[in-house]
């Protein structure tokens, strides 16, 4: 039978470069996004477009009913605010930001968990960030990714007993469209910080958590890998 991934924000940047290295696995693609406008991989055999906005919690359960169960889950969908300063966020503006960059992948791992125990195996990998490890401007994203790899960490040691290794993966900046929000003196200031003086591309970080989630021993479970090229948090 072929194996099947989800994956949440598949349709560019590093969940697109996931999606593309699992499609040559032969693997069943389902991608969760709000948008598939000009999504590279639209009308595939082996995909899966699922429009969605995590959110809004609520579109959780249609997503599971749609998708069945699935051998690894990928927590990749994720967002910054860097605009709003700490004491101009409101309510709304946080509860977006934890809905889609916490709470929807907990619940994802709630919910598909369910499947994996009952056949034994599966994966998850969530995509956490160095900003989760660091005090960042954008406060309630860096709580959010903090929350994550916690909570990494937490279902790992639930589900190891069920066969199911959980890892997350904490980048520092990537060459992706969300660097469109930082301004020039602050890309150029972090590429001076680090070892090639560069972001990481989109790939790099694909190939890790394709890793994590097919070919790292299940040894390696509860793991928090840094991709930061030297940029360690300080």
């Known amino acids: 039978m072929q194996k099947k ?8 940047g590093i ?5 593309k290295i699992f499609l040559k696995m032969d693997y069943d693609v389902f991608v969760v996004a709000r948008d598939f406008s000009n999504f590279e991989l639209g009308g595939l055999p082996n995909v ?5 906005d995590l959110s809004d919690l609520s579109v959780i359960d249609d997503i599971v009913k749609v998708v069945g169960d699935i051998d690894v889950l990928i927590n990749n969908a994720g967002f910054m605010q860097p605009h709003i300063t700490y004491d101009k966020y409101t309510a709304q503006d946080r509860e977006k930001m934890m809905n889609v960059n916490l709470y929807a ?6 919910a598909f968990s369910v499947g994996m125990k009952k056949n034994k195996c599966g994966r998850i990998v969530n995509v956490a960030s160095i900003a989760g490890q660091v005090g960042h401007p954008d406060v309630w994203y860096g709580i959010a990714k903090a929350g994550l790899i916690n909570a990494t960490k937490i279902y790992a040691k639930l589900l ?3 066969g199911i ?5 904490a980048p520092s900046p990537v060459e992706t469209n969300m660097q469109s929000s930082n301004s020039k003196e602050r890309i150029e200031s972090f590429k001076k910080s680090v070892i090639t003086g560069r972001f990481a591309t989109p790939n790099e970080v694909a190939r890790t958590i394709v890793w994590l989630a097919v070919g790292s021993p299940e040894y390696i479970n509860g793991t928090c890998i840094d991709i930061n090229n030297g940029s360690y948090p300080r």
Do not use: F
Request: glycine letters at 16%; one cysteine or more.
């Open 5 to 12: 991934v989800l994956i949440t924000g598949g349709n560019k």
């Open 15 to 19: 969940g697109l470069e996931t999606a």
């Open 48 to 52: 899966t477009e699922i429009e969605a």
């Open 105 to 110: 992948p907990v619940e994802l791992m709630n």
């Open 160 to 162: 190891g007993g069920e």
């Open 165 to 169: 290794v959980v890892n997350c993966i």
